[in-house]
């Protein structure tokens, strides 16, 4: 089993900047995609951001020039630095990520969710 553990939501005011964390532990053989998502009360879950395990990105348009996603391979955490944050930011954020086993089978995980309030 893997366990993922997100960290670093709070209240932050419009265009302050926050900082999550996301630490994956336990039966880890490869750790594959790394993302976040968020997800508004009676809404759909949306990407906001990945990472591949070669360290490449992508950015859902919303964030673009606002957040970056990064990680620590060998801290097995993946990072988003959010900055110049709107309230309309104000979401639950999930970590999710890919890992492998020893015959490249992948299972997605996901963390129980960090919130991040944005007033205005």
């Known amino acids: 089993q893997v366990q993922l553990v997100e960290s670093g939501g709070g209240l932050v005011q419009a265009g302050g900047s926050l900082r999550l964390s996301c630490a994956a532990s336990?039966?880890?053989?490869?750790?594959?995609?790394m993302a976040w998502y968020r997800q508004a009360p009676g809404n759909q879950r949306e990407v906001v951001a990945t990472i591949g395990s070669g360290g490449s990105t992508n950015y859902a348009d919303s964030v673009k020039g606002r957040f970056t996603i990064s990680r620590d391979t060998s801290k097995n955490t993946a990072y988003l630095q959010m900055n110049n944050l709107k309230p309309e930011d104000t979401f639950v954020y999930y970590c999710?990520?890919?890992?492998?086993?020893?015959?490249?089978?992948?299972?997605?995980?996901w963390g129980k969710g960090t919130l991040v309030t944005v007033s205005s």
């Open positions: 999710n990520a890919l890992v492998r086993n020893e015959r490249n089978i992948g299972i997605n995980y």
């Open positions: 336990g039966s880890i053989f490869r750790l594959d995609r």
